[in-house]
């Protein structure tokens, strides 16, 4: 069967051909949970089988392609160029190298950088972090959460729907909250995590805050998923780092970009 441009609706159906690699595809699994799903739209180049995907999440402030796959990429790229017409004219797109020249076709590109998958792969590692004096966050945190961000990560992407979920830690010095980290997807549905929105004030950098709360996170999703990922800059030596220390890996490389329609 010659393979064909299709709009996929079936949860199931996506979720087998995520399933072939789940450290790469976090986040799209986890946006197969109902807490997500309303904001997807799944495009795939299809014959008797699925042969590539791609997720478009439709946030109200700026669509977010996600064109992710291991080489070879031919048919990514063959549905890219059929996704064409379709797609908004503004939006931001997670890629997989090489794939940019095919969207180039219609769009300006605005290269954002390199960046690296990880995936927890050695959940053992994070026994040997104190977490003890972490503590849980919840929506009646989220004035304070909002100040630390504007303070120390002015470029987050925080979304206060996710307190609701119990997946964000904090430490606080001083009775001032100093360091968080928490998810940008989490379900336990799909059993699967996305850590993000992960900072330390400046004031109080390089005394192993920030890796204590991402222990205790991790140690909280480790009960309820299986998978846990992360998106960290290439560039970002002290980030990858601390990463690796608390039992993460490196998945993939990949690349960010904001497209302006031509």
Not at 17 to 27: G, K, S
Not at 213 to 228: E, G, P
């Amino acid at each position: 069967m010659r393979p064909q441009l299709v709009c996929l609706h079936d949860k199931g159906e996506i979720e087998a051909f995520l399933r072939r690699n789940p450290r790469l595809h976090v986040y799209a699994l986890g946006d197969l949970d109902d807490f997500f799903w309303p904001y997807t739209t799944w495009y795939a180049r299809q014959g008797r089988d699925i042969r590539a995907l791609v997720l478009v999440y439709n946030s109200p402030a700026l669509p977010v392609l996600l064109a992710l796959d291991d080489p070879p990429l031919a048919e990514l790229e063959a549905l890219l160029r059929a996704l064409l017409p379709l797609l908004p004219r503004r939006f931001y797109a997670h890629l997989s190298p090489g794939l940019a020249q095919t969207l180039a076709i219609d769009y300006e590109l605005e290269p954002h950088g390199r960046y690296h998958k990880m995936a927890l792969s050695e959940p053992a590692r994070l026994r040997a972090f104190d977490t003890s004096i972490v503590v849980p966050l919840g929506p009646a945190d989220r004035d304070e959460l909002l100040a630390l961000y504007r303070e120390s990560y002015p470029d987050n992407a925080f979304d206060p729907r996710m307190l609701e979920s119990g997946q964000y830690f904090g430490l606080r010095r001083r009775g001032r909250l100093c360091s968080a980290a928490g998810i940008h997807v989490y379900s336990p549905t799909y059993r699967v995590a996305a850590l993000g929105n992960i900072t330390t004030h400046p004031r109080y950098r390089g005394q192993g805050l920030g890796t204590a709360v991402t222990a205790a996170l991790c140690q909280s999703l480790l009960r309820t998923v299986k998978h846990i990922g992360l998106n960290v800059h290439a560039e970002n030596a002290a980030a990858i780092a601390c990463y690796e220390k608390l039992g993460f890996r490196f998945v993939a490389p990949y690349e960010e970009y904001m497209l302006y329609a031509k």
